[in-house]
């Protein structure tokens, strides 16, 4: 289907323009762990890094409740965009 977007439909969300720094690699891929025993759909938000409970694995620009910004994803949607820091530490156990 073919979408048009005019004055009357809203802009199509876009990423922040940096990353927050406590998304990293790490981080999603133990959210990720988590999730396996867990009821939680772990997210988080893209623009603060804060924590959320409620994103389906897929979820994409859900409001975040900390910051307003319409920049919450679910975990597993981040691991497979790639939108997150790559562990630079070679030490570090992912
Ligand atoms: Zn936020």
Same mark, same amino acid.
């Given at each position: 289907? +073919?979408? @048009? +977007?005019? /004055?009357?439909c809203?802009?199509? /969300? #876009?990423?922040?323009? #940096?990353?927050?720094?406590?998304?990293t690699e790490?981080?999603?891929?133990q959210?990720m @762990?988590? *999730?396996l +025993?867990?009821?939680?759909n /772990?997210?988080? &938000?893209?623009? !603060?890094?804060?924590y959320?409970s409620? &994103? *389906?694995?897929?979820? *994409?620009?859900?409001? &975040?409740?900390? &910051?307003?910004?319409?920049?919450?994803?679910?975990?597993?949607?981040?691991? !497979?965009?790639?939108? +997150?820091? @790559?562990?630079?530490? /070679?030490?570090?156990e992912?």
């Amino acid at each position: 289907m +073919y979408i @048009k +977007y005019g /004055p009357d439909c809203a802009e199509p /969300p #876009v990423l922040p323009p #940096v990353i927050h720094s406590s998304v990293t690699e790490q981080r999603v891929v133990q959210l990720m @762990k988590d *999730e396996l +025993y867990s009821l939680d759909n /772990p997210g988080i &938000c893209l623009a !603060c890094g804060a924590y959320h409970s409620e &994103c *389906e694995p897929d979820a *994409e620009h859900y409001e &975040c409740e900390e &910051c307003g910004e319409r920049q919450a994803f679910g975990a597993a949607f981040i691991l !497979c965009a790639g939108h +997150y820091h @790559k562990c630079t530490d /070679p030490d570090t156990e992912v």
